[in-house]
């Protein structure tokens, strides 16, 4: 049955992930980010955060990134290059399936995703 969801609640009741970075846990992370609908083969979520993410890919799918308020710069890595976005409020970009890519926001980013699952993590400095 279809719902209507009100992302601007459901952002209120999360508390924003300050100073990412590649020592945050997955539970950090995971209290900072609400999972808003199944779909497809994975969800809908949104959270908000400043700092930067580790390395994620998505083998199950493109990925749709939305920028609700803020900015960050988004790092694509595919086989054999590396794309930098520049991604600020009202933007968004689909990530290709399993493309290496991270999130820099050192100002604060909201974001909204559709993201296929699973996902895989990596510290590496390229993990490709």
């Known amino acids: 049955m279809p719902k209507a969801i009100d992302i601007g609640a459901v952002l209120s009741t999360l508390t924003p992930l300050r100073n990412r970075g590649l020592d945050t846990s997955e539970e950090e992370a995971s209290a900072a980010f609400a999972t808003l609908a199944s779909f497809n083969n994975g969800g809908i979520f949104t959270g908000s955060f400043d700092g930067a993410s580790p390395w994620e890919r998505h083998c199950g799918g493109d990925e749709l990134v939305h920028i609700l308020k803020g900015e960050t710069r988004l790092t694509i890595l595919s086989e054999k290059a590396e794309d930098i976005l520049e991604l600020k409020e009202g ?17 604060g980013v909201t974001v909204l995703t559709a993201t296929p699952q699973p996902t895989d993590h990596s510290t590496a400095e390229d993990p490709r």
């Open 91 to 107: 933007m968004m970009t689909v990530v290709p399936k399993g493309c290496w890519h991270r999130f820099h926001a050192p100002d």
